[in-house]
């Protein structure tokens, strides 16, 4: 278990136990930004806990105590990553806190004002919850001809597993680098004549750059490895990183399941080699950040065309009929719905909710949107960059897949 999923699961504990003094902070730390430039983020923070406990003024549930000590600490820290999450509460006059640094964003943040998300009360943990959801965790091959290479990366986190590939030995490894080598030459060769492929090559030609019996039975034991390690760590991506008929000849020894988890294939250039766990991300990451993209205006052009379901009111009335099985909903999500205390019932107007009850109170989407998702069986599907523009501005803000 990588871990930030040990963390992440100490904090669900928390969330699971009746704690109503937690303070939770989702804060914008991305050092690439101008603006959080010589930690200007935490004068933004300062600001939010300052109005926090002016809001609060009689509310004896609020701990002034615990806020100033969050702040000492923050002075204090150096952040790395782009996003902040800090959860805080007292035990006996203890300052009790967890926080993650992420090299991730965070679905349901509007970070456009303050770039600082708060809240007090139970443990505001939604934002991080939907990130497990959203993020797959990704397993990264890397066929380096000298020695493959094998990462996880989870919620911005990566990890190196320098024990998958313990069983090949040093010789192993130094004739698959031999193969390797002649048969990435004798293609170079024939690329080099007209019309030239490796499939054309002549008895002689393939005799001399044969995959031999030995290479086979390697290829064989490396794929079970890599699906023992997939299986048991719930890897649900791969990407592979090598020469194109390496690559090619690699997935003929996967099982359908693994080859169906494989995103991309990318070319091995020198740099990759042997450049570092976060190095090897950062190649990786554009590739599958478009990938995602795609398949958010796929996914909407779907529900266009079925027809689906789009609009607030339509797509939050199917959702309560037990309807909707994708619910598709902007990234930086910013809706005021009502909702009637007594059972739950939730509308877009106040209007439409005294349809039901007479004394309806506004309450932010993204407050209770994982407990309809759950209460009511749909899959939430976050959508950002293109993908969200369109939501917003031709679908009015949310969109469904529906089951019937």
């Known amino acids: 278990?990588?871990?930030?999923?040990?963390?992440?699961?100490?904090?669900?504990?928390?969330?699971?136990?009746?704690?109503?003094?937690?303070?939770?902070?989702?804060?914008?730390?991305?050092?690439?930004?101008?603006?959080?430039?010589e930690k200007a983020w935490l004068k933004r923070v300062k600001k939010a806990l300052k109005e926090l406990v002016e809001n609060n003024k009689g509310n004896e549930n609020l701990n002034e105590s615990l806020i100033k000590d969050l702040s000492k600490n923050l002075e204090i820290l150096l952040p790395s990553g782009k996003t902040l999450v800090c959860f805080a509460y007292k035990e006996k006059d203890e300052l009790q806190y967890e926080r993650f640094e992420l090299n991730i964003e965070l679905p349901l943040l509007d970070f456009r004002n303050q770039g600082v998300e708060?809240?007090?009360g139970r443990p505001y943990i939604t934002p991080l919850l939907f990130a497990m959801d959203e993020y797959e965790k990704t397993g990264i091959l890397v066929l380096n001809p000298q020695k493959w290479r094998f990462l996880e990366v989870y919620l911005g986190e990566v990890t190196e597993d320098e024990e998958l590939f313990k069983e090949i030995s040093g010789k192993d490894w130094e004739e698959l680098h031999r193969l390797s080598k002649q048969i990435s030459e004798e293609i170079e060769h024939r690329i080099q004549k007209r019309g030239g492929r490796f499939d054309k090559l002549s008895i002689k030609e393939r005799e001399a750059a044969k995959v031999s019996t030995w290479m086979s039975k390697l290829y064989g034991k490396m794929a079970r490895l890599l699906e023992k390690i997939v299986t048991a760590d719930s890897i649900e991506r791969l990407v592979f990183i090598g020469e194109r008929w390496q690559l090619s000849y690699f997935?003929?020894?996967?099982?359908?399941?693994?080859?169906?988890?494989?995103?991309?294939?990318?070319?091995?250039?020198?740099?990759?080699?042997?450049?570092?766990?976060?190095?090897?991300?950062?190649?990786?990451?554009?590739?599958?950040?478009?990938?995602?993209?795609e398949y958010e205006k796929r996914l909407l052009q779907q529900i266009k065309e079925q027809p689906g379901l789009w609009g607030i009111d339509p797509v939050l009335n199917a959702l309560q009929?037990?309807?909707?099985?994708?619910?598709v909903i902007p990234w930086s999500l910013d809706i005021t719905i009502w909702r009637c205390e007594k059972d739950g019932f939730v509308a877009a107007s106040q209007d439409t909710a005294k349809i039901v009850c007479s004394d309806?109170?506004?309450?932010?989407?993204?407050?209770?949107?994982?407990?309809?998702?759950?209460?009511?069986?749909?899959?939430?599907?976050?959508?950002?960059?293109?993908?969200?523009?369109?939501?917003?501005?031709?679908?009015?803000?949310?969109?469904?897949?529906?089951?019937?």
Do not use: H
């Open 1 to 37: 278990m990588l871990s930030i999923e040990k963390k992440l699961k100490k904090i669900i504990e928390w969330e699971e136990v009746p704690k109503k003094d937690v303070l939770s902070l989702y804060i914008d730390v991305d050092p690439s930004k101008p603006e959080n430039a």
């Open 360 to 404: 309806p109170k506004p309450v932010r989407l993204k407050e209770c949107i994982y407990d309809l998702a759950l209460t009511y069986g749909a899959e939430i599907e976050f959508v950002r960059g293109e993908a969200e523009e369109i939501l917003l501005k031709e679908m009015d803000g949310m969109a469904a897949l529906v089951r019937w």
């Open 251 to 293: 997935e003929t020894y996967l099982s359908t399941r693994m080859q169906n988890k494989i995103a991309a294939k990318l070319p091995l250039k020198p740099e990759i080699k042997e450049a570092s766990p976060q190095n090897i991300w950062k190649y990786t990451e554009p590739v599958i950040y478009d990938i995602e993209r």
């Open 118 to 120: 708060i809240a007090y």
């Open 321 to 327: 009929m037990g309807r909707v099985r994708k619910w």
